[in-house]
C-alpha cells in the first residue's frame, strides 16, 4: 500500500515537472523573480548575522566590567586614583588602566583602534584572543614599533619591517616599524586594531600621564557586577561603568537594528514578491483551468491535483531558494556585500572594509525558507484547489 | 447501465440569465450497446453526457450508474465512480499539447495504484491495437485530427471502463475516418462496453451498429431511443 502510495507520487511527481518544463518560459520568469527575492533576504540575515558574530568574538575574553569617566556625558579620561578606589571595593581583583582611543587615518578613510600595551600582556577586550602568524609582540620598555591586525597589513599594504606613520596630537607625523602581524576570531579586530607600546600611544594622543582611556575590572563573581557598578556609582558619580552583558545587548541591538533598516528598505521587494504569489493565487491560466478539467475528468482526485500544484510549486520554490540564498552567500561572503554597501556606510566609516567569516546560522535559514516557500506554495495551491473542486465540465466549459 | 430520471440541470438558477441545458431527462442505456444522443447544438447533448459521466451534478432528479445513486456522491466517490466506469472522448479532444503520445495515454493511470511499466505496458498495448506505434513519441500537437482522434480514444479506454462517452468525435474527422471511428466503437461494443454518443452527424446516427438513438431538443429527450425521433 506504502509503497503504491509512493508510486503514484513518483508517478504524479514526474507529471509536475514535465507540465514545468512545457511551461519553461513562465517558469523560468518565476524563479528570477522569486530567486531575486531570496537573495536579497538572504543577503541580509547573512550579513546581520556575521555582524553579530564578529561584535561577539570580540567580546570574548572582554572584562567583566570595565570603567569609563563621563564629563557632561562625553567620555573622558579616567584618573588612574578611581582605580586604586574601585580596587578597595568587596569582591573586586585586579583593576588595569587601558590605554586606547579612535584614530582615523585619511589615506584609507577609515577609523582605526589603537591599543597601548604595557607590557607584554595583551590588555584589551578580545586581546587576548589574538594570535600571532607573524614577528613578535611588543616586548616591555620596546619604543617605536607596532603589532598590527593581518586585515590591517592588508589594507595599508605593510608588511612586518614596514612603516606604519600616524600624525601625533601636535601634528607631527610619528613612524612606528611594524613587528609583528595578528589574526583574531573576529575580522573586526584583525582589519581595526593596531597596537603600540603604551608610552608611545599616550604620546601620540598627548595623554597625561594620571588619567587612562578606562579601567578594566576583575570581579570575582559574576553575578555581582551589577552590584559592584552601583557601588562604584556611589563613590565615583562620574564615573561609567559597563558591563559585559550591557555591551553584548548594545551589539545585539546594533545588528539588529541595522538589519531591520535593511529589511525594511527591502520590504518594497518583499511586497512585490506577495503582489506576485497573490495574482498567481486569484488567477490561473486558461490553460492551466483546462488542463485541471481534463485531469478531474480522466479520473485524477482533487487531492492528486493539489498534489500535483504542490510538486510544481514545491520544485520550482525550492530552485529559486537555493539560488537565491546561494547567491546571497556568495554576495555577502565573497564579494562583501556590495550591493548593500550603500546602506551601510555609516558602518563603513567606523570599520574598515572587511571580509567577514563565512557562517549560516540554520534558524535564520529555517525563517527565511518558511517565509518565503510555505507562502508560494500555499499561493500555488489554492487557485488549483478552486478550480479542482468544481465540476470538471463547469471548468472545461468556462475556459 | 445507466438510467436518468427526471434529470434537470439548471445554470444561473433564479438569475435573468438562467438556463436549463437539460430539463427533466428520463432514459435507460444498456450495458454492451451503442446508444446515440442526437439534435442540434445547443440542444443539450455535451451537458446530459456530462451527467452520464458523473463530470457534472443534476440540479434535480437521479442518475443511476450500475444501479447506484451517483446524484448526490461527494466528490471524492463520484471521481471514484467517474474513473472507475467511464471513458471520455471530449469534443475538442482535451490532450494534454506538449507532452508525447505515451504520456497522454498514460494520463489517467498516474494516480492510480498499478505502478508506471504496468501503467506503460497498458499504454503500449492500446497503442498498438490504435495503430499509434510510430507516434508514440511524438507530442500531440504535431499528429493529425485523425491520429488526435484515436490517441483521445486510447486514453479513454486506458483505465478499462465499462463505458465510453463521446462528445461529437466526429466532428473534426472527414468520412473516411468518422467511417474508421464507427469501426473502433463497434470493435469496443464487441469486447462488452457500452458506448454513448452526442452528435449530429449522419454518419453516427445513421450508422447500423447503433442500438439506441435519443432525440434532444431544447432540453429535453422526445423519444425513448427506440425508434427515429426526428432528424438533426
Redesign the interface.
Known amino acids: ?1 506504502a509503497s ?2 509512493l ?2 507520487h ?3 511527481l514526474e ?1 509536475a515537472l ?1 507540465s514545468m ?2 511551461r519553461r518560459m513562465k517558469n523560468a520568469g518565476l524563479v528570477i523573480v522569486f530567486g531575486a527575492v531570496v537573495f536579497l533576504l538572504s543577503s541580509i540575515v547573512f550579513l546581520t548575522s556575521a555582524l553579530r558574530a564578529e561584535a561577539l568574538a570580540v567580546l570574548e575574553g572582554a572584562p567583566q566590567l570595565l570603567v569609563q569617566r563621563a564629563m557632561a556625558g562625553r567620555h573622558a579620561l579616567i584618573p588612574l586614583r578611581y582605580g586604586e578606589t574601585i580596587a578597595r571595593l568587596p569582591g573586586v581583583g585586579a583593576v588595569t588602566p587601558r590605554y586606547w582611543g579612535y584614530y582615523y587615518d585619511i589615506y584609507t578613510g577609515a577609523n582605526y583602534t589603537l591599543l597601548g600595551i604595557g607590557d607584554a600582556r595583551l590588555q584589551a577586550p578580545g586581546a587576548t584572543a589574538l594570535r600571532l602568524v607573524e614577528g613578535a609582540f611588543i616586548a616591555p620598555r620596546q619604543r617605536g614599533v607596532c603589532v598590527i591586525g593581518a586585515g590591517v597589513a592588508r589594507i595599508r599594504g605593510a608588511r612586518i619591517g614596514g612603516i606604519v606613520s600616524l600624525r601625533d596630537a601636535r601634528g607631527w607625523m610619528q613612524e612606528y616599524e611594524v613587528i609583528g602581524l595578528f589574526e583574531s576570531p573576529s575580522r573586526l579586530l584583525t582589519n581595526d586594531l593596531i597596537l603600540l607600546a603604551e608610552a608611545d600611544l599616550k604620546a601620540l594622543f598627548g595623554m597625561p600621564d594620571d588619567g587612562a582611556t578606562d579601567l578594566m575590572i576583575e570581579v570575582y563573581n559574576p553575578r555581582e557586577v551589577a552590584n559592584i557598578s552601583r557601588k562604584i556609582l556611589e563613590r565615583l558619580p562620574d564615573a561609567r561603568p559597563i558591563g559585559h552583558a550591557e555591551i553584548l545587548r548594545t551589539y545585539e541591538t546594533l545588528f539588529n537594528w541595522r538589519g531591520g533598516l535593511l529589511l525594511a528598505m527591502f520590504l518594497g521587494a518583499v511586497a512585490a514578491f506577495m503582489i506576485l504569489a497573490w495574482d498567481k493565487a486569484t488567477g490561473l491560466s486558461a490553460d492551466e483551468r ?2 485541471i ?10 487531492a ?1 491535483i493539489l498534489a500535483l500544484k504542490f510538486w510544481e510549486g514545491a520544485a520550482l520554490a525550492l530552485v529559486a531558494f537555493l539560488a537565491g540564498v546561494t547567491a546571497g552567500y556568495a554576495h555577502v561572503f565573497y564579494f562583501g556585500a556590495e550591493l548593500l554597501a550603500p546602506i551601510l556606510k555609516g558602518w563603513s566609516v567606523l570599520f574598515p572594509a572587511i571580509d567577514l567569516e563565512p557562517r549560516i546560522e540554520p534558524y535564520t535559514l529555517t525563517v527565511l525558507f518558511l517565509f518565503t516557500i510555505v507562502p508560494y506554495i500555499v499561493a500555488t495551491i489554492v487557485p488549483s484547489w478552486q478550480a479542482a ?1 468544481t ?4 471548468v ?1 466549459r468556462s475556459v | 447501465m445507466v438510467k436518468l430520471r427526471d434529470v434537470t440541470r439548471v445554470y444561473n438558477q433564479g438569475r435573468p440569465n438562467e438556463v436549463r441545458p437539460v430539463d427533466g431527462v428520463s432514459l435507460d442505456i444498456d450495458v454492451g450497446e451503442i446508444a446515440v444522443v442526437k439534435g442540434p447544438s445547443g440542444s443539450g447533448k455535451t ?1 446530459l453526457l ?1 451527467l452520464i ?1 458523473c ?3 443534476p440540479s434535480a432528479g437521479r442518475i443511476l450508474v450500475a444501479g447506484r445513486d451517483v446524484a448526490k456522491l461527494p ?2 466517490f463520484l ?2 465512480v ?2 472507475e466506469t467511464f471513458g ?1 472522448i ?1 469534443q475538442q479532444l ?1 490532450l ?4 508525447s503520445v505515451l ?1 497522454n495515454i498514460m ?10 511499466s504496468a ?1 506503460k505496458r497498458r499504454a503500449l498495448a492500446l497503442i498498438e491495437q490504435l495503430d499509434l506505434a510510430q507516434r508514440r513519441r511524438f507530442k500531440v500537437e504535431t499528429l493529425s485530427g485523425g491520429e488526435r482522434q484515436r490517441v483521445a480514444i486510447a ?1 479513454a479506454l486506458i ?1 478499462q471502463p465499462r463505458a465510453i462517452l463521446a462528445d461529437e468525435p466526429t466532428a473534426h474527422l472527414d468520412g473516411g475516418l468518422s467511417g474508421e471511428l464507427m469501426r473502433i466503437f463497434g470493435d469496443l461494443r464487441s469486447q462488452g462496453k457500452t458506448l454513448v454518443i452526442a452528435t449530429h452527424d449522419p454518419l453516427v446516427y445513421d450508422n447500423p451498429l447503433v442500438d439506441r438513438v435519443f432525440t434532444m431538443r431544447d432540453g429535453r429527450v422526445l423519444d425513448d431511443g427506440d425508434g427515429d425521433g426526428g432528424g438533426a
Open positions: 500500500m503504491g502510495r508510486g503514484k513518483l508517478k504524479i507529471f514535465s518544463l512545457r483546462r488542463e478539467g481534463i485531469l478531474k475528468a480522466i479520473g485524477w482526485e482533487t492528486d473542486i465540476d470538471p465540465d463547469r472545461m | 451537458t456530462a459521466g463530470m457534472s451534478r466528490e471524492r471521481t471514484e467517474r474513473r471520455f471530449f482535451h494534454i499539447p506538449g507532452i504520456e494520463l489517467p493511470l498516474y494516480p492510480v495504484d498499478i505502478g508506471f501503467a486514453r483505465n
